[in-house]
Nanobody, 123 residues
Framework: QVQLVESGGDSVQAGGSLRLSCAAFGTHQRWAWFRQAPGKEREGVAAIHTLDSTIAYADSVKGRFTISQNHTLNAMYLQMNSLRPEDTAVYYC???????????????????WGQGIQVTVSS
């Protein structure tokens, strides 16, 4: 079992920055950030491999968002810069362990999920 707790969600103006954090309780092989806007499917934003730190980003966030992790704290972060109104969504931390893998940004690759936090970007 892996428990995930997100923090850092907020409301910001377009062009602003936010840093999301995810604390994990339990071991995992890879974790990621997903987001879900109202009326849309949950989509992968960024993923990082726990051991070798291989990273993947969605095209929509490349160059603006940075994913990182701290092994000592068993924590993952998402630094979000140059935020846009279309980044508004509930952001979820996800992790996988001993689970079928369909790709780092595929939601069906992950079997543990946080409760989600709201990020709102106003124009």
């Amino acid at each position: 079992q892996v428990q995930l707790v997100e923090s850092g969600g907020d409301s910001v103006q377009a062009g602003g920055s936010l840093r999301l954090s995810c604390a994990a309780f339990g071991t995992h092989q890879r974790w990621a950030w997903f987001r879900q806007a109202p009326g849309k499917e949950r989509e992968g934003v960024a993923a990082i491999h726990t051991l070798d730190s291989t990273i993947a980003y969605a095209d929509s966030v490349k160059g603006r968002f940075t994913i990182s992790q701290n092994h000592t704290l068993n924590a993952m972060y998402l630094q979000m810069n140059s935020l846009r109104p279309e980044d508004t969504a509930v952001y979820y931390c996800a992790a996988r362990r001993a689970y079928p893998f369909y790709g780092p940004l595929e939601k069906k690759s992950y079997n543990y999920w946080g409760q989600g936090i709201q990020v709102t970007v106003s124009s």
